[in-house]
């Protein structure tokens, strides 16, 4: 019986393995696919290249900055702005939580404008914060105010729906609403606070674009309305590009870090 249970795991195994390689191969082969007709059709005349642009165009646009250094700085400045608004927006996200599980009252009066102020569409919010608040601060405002309602109120919904008896059981002990909080409540939240995190550096990169759109002269947001603007489409693609792979390598990083966190 065992030898057979032993078959039968290796063989599940084995078909799990099968199907995560084909899943991997249809990946590949679509895009690879989208590549090929883009670029064929680009090359025959059935698309404008000049507005449609094509793979090979892009990829000459990228050599050609990464020649003159420029991509780098652009990509390095939304990046940085990136990390600092998504790494501000956890610490407030996860101290404003807090802080509203720790007082009802508070909670209660806060709750309607932190609902108000998430529904708002960030792109009316972030030019009166860009004035307000300076130019050191242009494109960190907007990606801390798209995504930092949302955590505060995701977290705190999150902490809100404790398990109770864990909460009693600290209190049978002598503990206070302290020990709660570091013994209970945020040990068992870190997997809500991690796909929180995974939700926001999405949210920040899309902020610190919107800030780069509004008020910048560095960032691929600005690579991307400047080449708007003067019909470089071949910049605005390849930007775009960059930009894709620079939120699917922060969002593996978080989740590499969640299975970490997991083991």
Known sequence: ???HETLAQQEFVARQLRRRQMVVLARLFLFLSVLVLWEACARTGVINAFIFSSPSRIVRCFFSMVLDGSIFLHTGVTILETLVSFFFVTAVGILGAVALWSSKSLAEILDPYLVM????????????????LGSSMRTIVPAVSVAVFGSILTLHNGFMSMDPDQARLIRSLGGGKREILFKVLLPGSVPLIISNMKVNVGLCLVGVIIGEFLAARLGLGYLIIYGSQVFKLDLVLMSIVILCILAALMYQGIAMAERRVKR
């Open 117 to 132: 102020l998430n529904s708002l569409p960030k792109s009316a919010l972030a030019p009166i914060l860009i004035v307000w």
């Open 1 to 3: 019986m065992k030898t």
